[in-house]
């Protein structure tokens, strides 16, 4: 492995997990808000019970995130050093409003923790809001730096004279919206199926009883909501890769030749050598319309990128496949379940076809979160910042790639284990009246 290839490998297999945690720091807050809302609002004993179990899985997702977090942090500066000394004047402020919001969350996670028979029921319920909120903008706030690295905005007053770049104008970038919009719905979609799906289980198991039928409820009509959203914000997003990289478009739509009418692919075996695509049903026409708003508007193609600056274009073009497939999934799984619980609720913990589908549904959140990672961090390379700075020009040069690579790997891994036991024992004291 080169040194490039170990720093790449390095900082996504770090991502990779850091997604998952973060994902679920977004999504937990917010179940935990509702059920302790209903509480509030009802007086049921069991939403309460609820609220307590999502709170403890809350606190160890906020601290195992917080240290792959740490991680990342420590990443950027160690494999990615030309790259902070281009773009750390402009990113700086995203980080740095990422670090309020996070010790925001922490602050009203402790007094939402400790505050239960110290303060006002509606005072307590609002920490837990602000939680929720607080998880969310940093979610939001963080994807601020990778919009501008696939859009750098001011990036010609950066280069001529870095000392009057604008420290927000990485704020101003029409990419981050949409960016920031659609990976925190697709967080909430991934959480909730998620947590649906271990309820489900555990009705397949027999346990029925109410409160894991109010849990799955609440799981997936937050799931059910966000993966509805998705395709709606996905187009958004696509539009405006069309507008800023349509390299990336033509990769993830495996278009080799630039032409109107352009069709969407389903599927499809892209080969960069021959230019050509096997085994994809055409929708002629539909990438035109999706992109540019007319059946009839002319895709650029990569035939006209200089072919050493074409992305993985398997690679770019199965992952946009896999997100869109999972999260089409999704919403048929989330209403089925809406149409089984409309037309007789008491059926929902004994059909054994819709658990199942809520079981196997369970992962497909955190695979098209993982999936559109891909799409976005691949579809760019060779590129660190968008026409502007190359991967290979932003790595360290310093030696030790191969122990730094073991030591993180390492790292992660056993954040990953550390978080499934606690969540598992988490699962085995869920209070149920026993």
Not at 36 to 54: K, N, P, V
Not at 219 to 240: C, E, R, W, Y
Not at 392 to 416: D, H, I, K, N
Not at 420 to 432: D, F, G, T, W
């Amino acid at each position: 492995m080169s040194h490039l290839d170990a720093a790449r490998f390095q900082m996504g297999y770090s991502l990779a997990f850091h997604m998952v945690f973060a994902a679920l720091g977004v999504g937990m807050p917010a179940l935990l808000a509702t059920a302790e809302f209903l509480h509030l609002r009802t007086g049921d004993a069991e939403y309460l019970r609820l609220a307590q179990t999502w709170a403890r899985a809350t606190a160890v997702l906020f601290a195992i995130g917080a240290v792959s977090g740490t991680g990342i942090a420590f990443e950027l500066g160690l494999l990615w050093p030309e790259f902070m000394h281009f773009a750390g004047t402009t990113i700086g402020p995203a980080f740095a409003l990422e670090g309020y919001a996070f010790f925001t969350e922490a602050i009203f996670l402790g007094l939402y923790l400790y505050g239960r028979n110290r303060m006002h029921p509606v005072a307590h319920w609002l920490t837990s809001v602000a939680v929720a909120v607080s998880g969310a903008a940093s979610s939001v706030l963080v994807t601020a730096s990778n919009a501008w690295m696939q859009n750098p905005v001011g990036l010609e007053t950066l280069l001529a004279d870095p000392a009057q770049a604008a420290p927000w104008v990485l704020f101003a970038n029409s990419h981050w919206p949409v960016m920031a919009l659609h990976s925190t719905i697709a967080c909430y979609a991934a959480t909730g199926f998620a947590a649906a799906g271990i309820y489900a289980w555990g009705m397949l198991r027999g346990r029925t009883d109410t409160l894991r039928r109010k849990a799955l409820t609440i799981a997936m009509a937050m799931g059910l909501l966000a993966a509805l959203a998705m395709p709606i914000t996905g187009d958004a997003s696509a539009k405006v890769v069309a507008r800023n990289q349509p390299e990336k478009l033509a990769a993830m739509e495996a278009l080799f030749v630039t032409r109107e009418r352009a069709p969407l692919l389903i599927g499809g075996i892209p080969n960069p050598a021959t230019g050509e695509v096997c085994c994809a049903v055409e929708l002629p026409g539909l990438l035109s319309y999706l992109a540019h708003g007319s059946f009839d508007a002319e895709v650029m193609g990569l035939d006209r990128v200089p072919r050493e600056q074409w992305p993985n274009v398997p690679l770019v073009h199965y992952s946009f496949q896999v997100m869109v497939g999972a999260g089409m999934a999704m919403v048929a799984v989330g209403l089925w379940y809406a149409w089984v619980r409309w037309r007789r609720p008491e059926r929902v913990a004994t059909d054994r076809r819709l658990l199942w589908a809520l079981v196997i549904a369970s992962p497909l959140g955190y695979l098209a979160l993982e999936a559109g990672w891909m799409v976005a961090e691949a579809g760019r390379q060779h590129w660190t910042v968008w026409k502007a700075m190359t991967t290979a020009e932003a790595v360290t040069p310093a030696g030790g790639m191969g122990a730094s690579m073991l030591g993180f790997t390492a790292l992660y891994a056993v954040l990953g284990t550390v978080l499934v036991l606690l969540l598992n024992r988490l699962s085995h004291e869920a209070p149920e009246g026993r």
